[in-house]
């Protein structure tokens, strides 16, 4: 246990780029604190800090830099490494040098492999200094050289390489020129410090090729991604690597490395780079692509999304707020926009006014049923009753829209419901199953694919999905011609009657454009030569509603749709005084929390959130809480941890804090939840910690 080194207490010179960054040590000085061209300021940091355990250095002049200033590439690469060597004899410690597949070079064969022991043959200059600085370092017997090469996964803008151009380009069509015929071992940053760890920490000394397997040129590259993404690989050409434009100086065909170790031996790049992908994605989705917003992102409706009359009333002009799911990793400028709640006076149709454009819409693919137990057997106990009562035989075609990660079309098929199909845009959940579910939006398009006619399916369902869809008339257009003469359309939306009753305005955020009610569906069917002729209410996501819809115009319509609406009428749903009334008591709740959490304040107490829902931004907008009020949002998601709230830019941290950090007050935002997160503060609450439910009225715990 002695002999291995510390990994914590390594120095790392060069810590800002693409793979310094990915590196979590404690030392990583700025070039100003550690020149490595000066040795006595590299000597003095060390006699400084004399617990460091061994020196790893990234420092080095790049392939292109190096083309264009051969005698600064000698200091950098040459002077600087043989400086910290000197240091690192000095001090005893192990010295680490991150060195490249530029030492070798082809120019015959470009699927030539270079092992460990290969000999070096470089022929560009960035190449003869990496290849001089390894020689000089392996005099030294406690070095490790660790050679790898075309690294990906930059996490920041000036971490931009090859392939985080190739996504950028697809992403906004951009055509690409990708090599097609210089061969290398891409290499996804985050294995390789995982890899350089373990080697570094039991002092594996020596030279050690650390790379993705799997060989590839750029234009494999580029049409992996093309695939991962969903996108079409028209936009990229294939061509030969002295013609890619910007490229680095021409040097070899191959750079393809192979370790001899097996315990060097990595996953495939292409694994890699999916994982990478899936990450990019994500941060994307909440860092900002709000850099691109402008004002076109949004516009007013002047017409009902159901029935197309141009009587809107607003009754709830909520506070401006940026789109609920808009995490961030650092605080940036969001643009916040107008939430407007209308009512159609033609069809009672209960709407949000504004339109966002479409690439703003489906922005959240984190969220997958089967994360839910409570929601999986939400989803299969309902198909099974979808199943029942409609007749359903095992050979029947059933679709269902927005099947998500596929736990209901599986279910379906682990039934032997053989002819089940589902439909859902989100690739990145997609691709992590083989189910029969088309990765696409649900529409008129979906008559492109194999195995969808006309008149064909018996059953179609959608849970919580049709009411995000801006133009649900061609969604039921579509519905309608799939749909057999019998068939049956399901639809699950959260309630308006639950939304209005539980002064669940929360659920109000620019992504939930319908909040639908009995009575306006009635009318929406009959317009589409549909018939409403069953409802049925659950409590999933603070209470729902279905929707049986058929397209049999004399089927036998329940009770239930009719009793539906009039509990609607008696709760005066659609009466423009008691929405108004309802709104009221909502800005009243607001005030008075408002009041009590800056009489909090000024008592010097400090006050926590709990849940960083996209329903919390909505909340936090709408009470006019702020990161000077509420220091830091606990959230359970480790995907939201670390980052900031929406617009708000409240710190999003862990439970943890509660063991470091002196909290008086917590407010519970995901207020739907609050007996469960009751339960998880139960420890903290004896020891005296207050908790503010701010629903259905403001009570303190
Ligand atoms: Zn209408």
Redesign the pocket.
Known sequence: MTDIIDFDNALVIGGSGMIGVHINVKYKPTSKEVNILDYYSIKQYLSKHKEISCIINLAALNLRNSEEDPVKSIHVNIDGTTNLLMIAKKFNLPFILLSSGAVFSSKQNNKKIFIETSKTSPNCFYGVTKSSSEKISLLYEKCIVIRTGWVFGGTQQNHNKYVELFINNLLTNTPIYANSNFYGSPTYVSDLVEKIKYIVTNKMYGVHHVVNADIASGYDVAKEISKLLGKSTDLIFPTSCEKVPNAGPNRSLSEILETSYEYNKMRSWREALSEYIDKYLISRQMSVDVKKIDNDIWKNRDK??????A??KTFFKLEHSPQANHFVEKPVDQQLIPLDVCI??????IQLLQILDKSYQYSNYLYTTSASKPMVSHVTSNIEIFLKSNNIQKTDKILEIGANDGTGIKYLLDNEYVNAIGIDPAVNINKFHNLPIICDFFGPNIFNYDNISTNSFKLIYAFHCCAHIENIQEIFETIYKLLTEDGVFVMEVGYFYEVYRQHAFDVIYHEHIDYHTCK?MR?FCLKNNLKLFDVKMNKIQSGSIQFYISKNMGIEINDSVEKTIQKEEDAKLFDIDSLLNWKNKIILNSRDLGYLINCFISEGKVIFGYGASAKSTTFIHQYKLSNSTIKYIIDDSHLKQNLFTPGSHIPIVSMDILNVEKCDYIIILSWNYTDEILLKLHDYISCGLRVIVPFPNITII
Not at 304 to 309: A, F, G, K
């Open positions: 009902c999304r159901l029935c197309d009359s009587y809107l159609c006076n033609n069809c009672n149709h306006s009318i």
